[in-house]
């Protein structure tokens, strides 16, 4: 595999995100590059901006406009995109659609815009999976121009949270030519928190901190808490929540932002964790002193407010729920079997998520939906002269020096125990209500229809953007599953379908990403309305789930959209679409 260098010599080494409060008209010069960054008791070459990971915060007034002069010191081509930011379509970073790439040594000028308040962030938009994991994000934090926006806090404690894939103290290898882990993308196996491993944080007695917290990992699903604290749901992807909201804990899916404020009630070790359904991650360790915060905010912690431009947006949701569709966007997994066109003797099929799932014919898994792998039968090598020494590989008997002989599969770990009848997953393009239950019947490792681990590491690291194809297919009434060739015109509002069909090879959670072309409402969840509004940019399709969104139009350009999962996006989960500018009265 030709891979990307890994040499720390001479490089310096990272250092922690500058916060960059910029005023209007200001300029600003990023520049990519590589960073030496401890993890541990390794030391790897990383990406930095500005010489930090994550890079710098951007600290800007909403309405405002800063000039941001990047020059690529990488060693392959980049562009930088501002995500979620409603901006000038030309500087939205999308490589030959919007901008040529910046190569290595190049230069190129954005000028970026802040219409909305909030958390937004900002990456490559060329081999993310790549420049991504190794550390080129940055977060930028909007503030409102209206007083009172947010409820009042006593500090902003801006987190990026992440993972890294390490295999014997380096980071996984990346191919220069393709795309590796396409199937699930990369889940890492180290926790970055702000770009550090467990972090310590301080806050005093009585301390509200307000988290902002984006999720730049690859894949992987984040479900953060803070055990034994309070923690208030205020805000999203861009601005506030339609109502405050006191919550166990807050899931993000990949590129998704949530504001969290925390109040720390008594004194103590604390941490910030993830947790999933099987296991915890540490991300921080916060101690809470004595010391008592001040002024007092404990009461004003306790009032849930309501924001009264979400709250109109719901005045008009009923009619948004009775429409039908302006458009429907099926995801669809087509995945090669390696296994199944070079096989040459019995082939049984197993499914790569639940091994115990064996099938004598090409099928789908019953338990989660998956295309079932061939496999060739098990073969163990063993010693003729002593038959207890057996080994999984070819090898040489401990006892005697003897090379060890294949022998024939046992037969053992064919047990068919699923029985044929039941294997097929019933589901049809009309039985959506029947998949969707069948999502539920995930083992625990995907309850509700998030893949919270790589359960299929090995397979999934061998899969390419060539073998594994992510589709965005249009079923929107007429286009029978033709590719997306999307037309709207500035000011329009558009329903949009996102099906995440079970009729898949692979069927998996997806965090779908429209660029600045506007900002949308998550409107219901198999047809149950959204409880609680809040502008998006992402939004996160469980397995087998359909979602129904409504995309306000706003900014004439070519947008993309695509899957926040880096791998996916870069095997073919993406699309661009038009707006027109509206026709001036
Ligand atoms: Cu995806």
């Excluded at 891979?3 to 008209?25: K, N, Q, R």
């Excluded at 990383?46 to 007034?61: A, E, F, H, W």
């Excluded at 191919?175 to 301080?202: H, I, K, Q, V, W």
């Excluded at 502008?535 to 959209?561: E, S």
Aim: with cysteine; hydrophobic share 40%; proline share 9%.
């Amino acid at each position: 595999m030709d891979t990307f260098s890994t040499d720390i010599t001479d490089l310096p080494e990272a250092t922690p995100p500058a916060v960059l409060e910029l005023a209007d008209g200001d300029e600003l010069q990023l520049r990519p590059g590589p960073v030496a960054k401890r993890l541990g008791d390794t030391t790897v070459r990383m990406l930095g901006y500005n010489g930090s990971i994550p890079g710098p915060t951007l600290r800007v007034r909403q309405g405002s406009e800063v000039v941001v002069h990047v020059t690529n010191h990488t060693d392959l081509d980049t562009t930088v995109h501002w995500h979620g930011l409603r901006l000038e379509n030309r500087f939205d970073g999308v490589p030959h659609e919007t901008q040529a790439p910046i190569p290595p040594g190049g230069e190129f000028t954005y000028r970026i815009q802040f219409p909305d308040p909030g958390l937004y962030w900002y990456h490559p938009h060329i081999r993310e999976d790549v420049t991504q994991e190794l550390g080129l994000y940055g977060s930028i934090l909007v503030d409102p121009t209206e007083p009172d926006y947010w409820p009042p806090a006593h500090r902003d404690v801006v987190l990026t949270l992440d993972d890294l894939l390490l295999e014997d103290g380096a980071i996984a290898p990346f191919s220069r030519t393709e795309t590796n882990y396409a199937a699930m993308g990369r889940y890492g196996n180290l926790m970055l928190t702000g770009g550090e491993t467990d972090p310590t944080f301080t806050a005093h007695t009585g301390e509200v901190i307000r988290l902002w917290l984006t999720n730049t990992a690859n894949s992987r699903v984040f479900r953060v808490t803070v055990p034994e604290a309070r923690l208030k749901l205020v805000g999203g992807d861009s601005g506030r929540m339609e109502h405050e909201e006191f919550v166990p804990d807050v899931v993000l899916a990949p590129s998704e932002r949530a504001v969290v404020d925390v109040l720390f009630e008594r004194a103590g070790a604390f941490a910030l964790e993830h947790r999933t359904p099987n296991r915890t991650y540490r991300l921080a360790a916060i101690t809470v002193t004595s010391e008592v915060a001040e002024p007092p905010l404990t009461e004003q912690f306790a009032v849930l407010r309501t924001a009264p431009e979400l709250v109109a947006e719901r005045a008009r949701l009923e009619t948004w729920l009775a429409a039908p569709p302006d458009k429907v966007l099926a995801i669809v997994a087509e995945m090669d079997d390696p296994g199944a066109a070079t096989a040459t003797g019995p082939v049984t099929y197993a499914c790569p998520m639940h091994p115990e799932v064996v099938s004598d014919e090409p099928r789908r898994c019953p338990k989660c939906g998956m295309k079932l792998m061939a496999t060739t039968p098990p073969v163990t090598y063993a010693c003729p002269m002593h038959p207890e020494v057996v080994s999984d590989e070819p090898g040489r008997c401990p006892k005697c020096g003897m090379k060890l002989m294949a022998t024939a599969p046992t037969g053992a770990s064919a047990s068919h125990d699923m029985g044929h009848g039941a294997a097929t997953p019933e589901t049809s393009a009309a039985g959506h209500s029947a998949a969707h239950a069948h999502a539920h019947h995930h083992g625990s490792a995907t309850a509700d229809g998030i893949e919270w681990e790589d359960e299929m590491a090995e397979m999934n690291r061998a899969t390419t953007t060539a073998t594994m194809r992510w589709k965005l297919l249009d079923r929107t009434a007429g286009r029978d599953g033709l590719p997306v060739d999307w037309r709207f015109t500035a000011g329009q509002q558009v329903k949009i379908r996102l099906v995440n069909e079970m009729d898949s090879d692979h069927p998996m959670h997806h965090p779908f990403h429209i660029h600045g072309a506007g900002r949308f409402l998550v409107l219901a969840r198999d047809g149950a309305p959204e409880p609680n509004l809040v502008w998006k940019d992402t939004v996160l399709i469980p397995t087998g789930q359909t979602v129904d969104i409504l995309l306000d139009v706003t900014n004439p350009g070519l947008w993309m959209a695509h899957c926040h999962i880096a791998e996916h996006m870069h095997s073919g989960m993406m699309f661009s679409f038009t707006v027109d500018r509206a026709a001036t009265p």
